[in-house]
């Protein structure tokens, strides 16, 4: 099974190259974002947990979201793999990642992290934010926010997957269908 956390900070590209794995290796696309929207609007028990917390302006709890994600794995019978969108943000999300799928008789295959300057960053925020329209991406200070976050919270698992020697770090500059074939040829199927 081929299991990906695809990584890098706002702007590098992970949507547009997920998209890309997700049809050419068959894998699904597991999104901690979409996971928790998906609990909320059904109001499952787990989604009205981790509403209060939201509703309260709280982060929810490693423990819920790993109990999101343990029930959606389980929605898969026989995948040919996952790749892991928004998760895990911090060394212990990843160190439950790696319990939970013990469980299930698998493991992360390898992190790909699209490593891009934060100059090169803010200039493709800005423009998504134009095109898309999207306020988060609009807003200088907003970014640098964003980018100040992923730098302190999220980089360090980074150090989590290297410890593994799972972690492969992809210039994520140049042609979109360039950075494609560099991260299959990491991935090496």
């Known amino acids: 099974m081929l299991n990906i956390v695809l990584f890098g900070p706002p702007g590098a590209g992970k ?28 109001e499952t028990e787990l989604g009205v947990l981790a509403k209060s917390f939201m509703d309260n302006g709280k982060l929810v709890p490693d423990e819920v979201t790993i109990n999101m994600l343990a029930a959606e794995l389980d929605n898969y019978k026989q995948p040919k793999g996952f790749i892991f969108d928004g998760f895990p943000r911090t060394s212990a999300q990843a160190e439950a990642l790696d319990a939970l799928l013990a469980t299930k008789n698998t493991s992360i295959t390898l992190m790909l992290a699209l490593e ?7 200039k493709r925020l800005l ?3 134009a095109d898309s329209g999207r306020a988060d991406d609009m807003n200088p200070e ?5 980018i100040d976050e992923y730098n302190a ?12 020697l799972k972690f ?5 500059l140049g042609n979109i269908d360039d950075i494609f074939s ?8």
């Open 142 to 146: 907003v970014i640098q926010k964003r």
């Open 15 to 42: 949507g547009t190259q997920s998209a890309k794995l997700i049809e050419k290796y068959n894998l699904v696309h597991l999104s901690t974002g979409d996971i928790f929207r998906a609990n909320i609007k059904n």
């Open 153 to 164: 919270k999220t980089l360090p698992v980074k150090e989590y997957y290297q410890s593994q």
């Open 168 to 172: 492969k770090g992809i210039n994520g």
């Open 182 to 189: 560099f991260l299959c040829n990491e991935i090496g199927m």
């Open 127 to 129: 423009l998504r934010g």
């Open 116 to 122: 891009v300057e934060e100059d090169e960053l803010r």
